[in-house]
């Protein structure tokens, strides 16, 4: 029999749906039976405070696709601990595409004009032909290339290493990110947050775009100098920026970004995680973990994702 703790703000939700799945051999329980509880499913930033109670804990299954809270190198790193990937592919695409599509077709323009009465016949854009780079070419990367096929989009790519995405016509590597950059009309960041992407997003990356770029950000915060970026807006060295994640949320009420011209901040509401469609994840995993097999989307507590 293994025990399972829910931690998240839905827990009645993600209960119900996993007593519908039927799992052999598990208890659900309250945090009363903490003591005996080996799996814990839920939010990292509840989890984290839960650690130590938890002393015969074997595995973790995150709620979100990142887990910053629980990579503390002073916590505990003696369970495995997996996240949430393969369900935000659609979701970050409705979000991206629906603010470039608004850009390219003039949208915001428009609806100005009418609340204006004023007539605009000027001619939207069009992506098609257009170039778009992704930083980061994962599961999220792959969906948003191949949703930019659908509009005729020529697709650049940014990883460590990997390859794997048939819809990226161009990959890039290493200390290539300039070359990346150079020829972009949209530039899209879905890079995790690790050592190695902190503020990769920086003055000389930014400085690489053309004017005419256009850069989205459902990723993470730390990916992005956010003075080099509000710089580069207000000096019109960038066209726009639509912001979901920032360094420190919410936002400031002083901070640069709501007084910087040509950026949309959308406060962390990409990609929420849905119980309905994480849910199915655990499942999966525990399915995994009572048959003995590798559990999928384990996280590199060292790698960061």
Not at 40 to 60: C, H, K, N, T
Not at 79 to 103: C, D, H, I, K, P
Not at 178 to 202: E, G, I, K, Q, W
Not at 216 to 237: H, K, M, S
Request: charged content about 20%.
């Amino acid at each position: 029999m293994h025990t399972l703790l829910i931690l998240s703000r839905h827990a009645d939700a993600y209960r119900r749906l996993i007593e519908e799945a039927a799992l052999a051999g598990l208890e659900i329980v309250g945090a009363a039976a903490a003591g005996r509880v080996d799996i814990v499913f839920g939010e990292p930033s509840l989890i984290r405070d839960a650690l130590a109670e938890l002393p015969a804990l074997r595995w973790v299954q995150s709620t979100w696709a990142g887990v910053e809270p629980l990579l503390d190198p002073a916590l505990r790193r003696d369970y495995v601990l997996t996240n949430a990937r393969g369900v935000f592919g659609g979701l970050m695409s409705e979000y991206v595409f629906g603010y470039v599509l608004a850009y390219e077709r003039r949208i915001f323009e428009k609806y100005a004009a009418q609340q204006a009465r004023r007539w605009d016949p000027s001619p939207p854009g069009t992506l098609r032909g257009k170039q778009i780079g992704l930083l980061g070419v994962g599961s999220i990367g792959a969906a948003l290339a191949r949703t930019a096929k659908h509009f005729g989009m020529r697709v650049k790519g940014y990883t460590r290493a990997s390859e794997s995405c048939a819809d990226v016509d161009r990959y890039f590597h290493g200390d290539t990110v300039a070359a990346f950059a150079a020829d972009l009309d949209y530039l899209v960041s879905v890079m995790p947050n690790t050592p190695a992407t902190r503020h990769l997003v920086d003055a000389t990356l930014l400085g690489a775009l053309p004017a005419r770029a256009v850069f989205v950000n459902p990723g993470r915060g730390t990916t992005v100098d956010e003075d080099a970026l509000a710089e580069a807006l207000q000096a019109g060295r960038l066209a726009g920026a639509v912001l979901d994640v920032f360094q420190q949320e919410p936002l400031p009420p002083d901070h640069v970004f709501w007084r910087t011209p040509n950026v949309l901040i959308t406060s962390h509401t990409a990609a929420l995680s849905v119980p309905a469609d994480i849910a199915p994840v655990f499942v999966e995993n525990y399915r995994r973990f009572i048959a003995g097999e590798l559990l999928h989307y384990r996280v590199d507590f060292e790698a960061g994702y």
